[in-house]
């Protein structure tokens, strides 16, 4: 017999780039505070960063602390041009899944650690709750709804970024875009900007621009051991990025990437 619904009191919590050094003391307060906390498994290929995130636990939690449970990822739709219905989809079966985990450690007799109080359930989330990441939509589609969402700002990999390769951001007074991968592909070129920050790119969609007047700053795995940089000319880098990420991707079975892309050098 199914446990029955249980009052929800959710908390999204950016952890960056899974450095423990890069979690703001609110994040580790918000993790330490949890009765449970979800960790996504996205199959055998990304095994390495379910991992990741419970060796942030292991390195930030004390004892007593929440209880830790898996939850499988499941995979988006790929196939037919209705991208947002695909999203749709995606985004109504992890809420199942969510909500399924929590059933079922609420079954085996999880309860809150401050009685009569919600059960306090987080999600860490890679990066910023709030920058290109759909944890917050996700979590507006659960049934009954939380009786609270809250949120912890994280360190973004655009700021490691930029940290890494000692550059600003932007120009003296200028504006940028931060955009996705499939964007610059399908309408090119940002209008009325010089400075592009382009994410979630599998496919390298710098190589479908002209590269004259193009600078490129590249990194993966930003703030960990493996950490990997390119910068330069397009014409020069890019190239060289191409076959590193290849590379990489083949050797870890996994890759996160963002880069940055300046017109004028």
Known sequence: MSAAP??????????????PAHLTREAQAAMQAADLIL???????KAELAALRR???????TVPGPHIAGFEMPLRRGTGDDYLA?????????TRRWQEAIAAALADGLRPRLPGQALRVALLVWGDPALYDSTLRI???MQPAPLSVSVVAGIS?????CAAHAIALNGIGQPFVVTTGRQLREQGWPPGVDTAVVMLDGQCSFTGLASEGLSIWWGAYLGMDRQMLDSGPLAQAGPRIVAARAQARERHGWIMDIYLLRRGG
């Open 86 to 94: 695909q999203v749709d989809e995606w985004h109504a079966a992890i």
């Open 139 to 141: 979590a507006a589609r």
């Open 55 to 61: 060796d942030l636990c292991d390195a930030v939690l």
């Open 39 to 45: 960790l996504p498994h996205k199959g055998e290929d």
């Open 6 to 19: 249980a009052p929800v009191a959710l908390s999204l919590i950016g952890i960056g780039t899974g450095n």
């Open 157 to 161: 990999s655009m700021q490691v970024l």
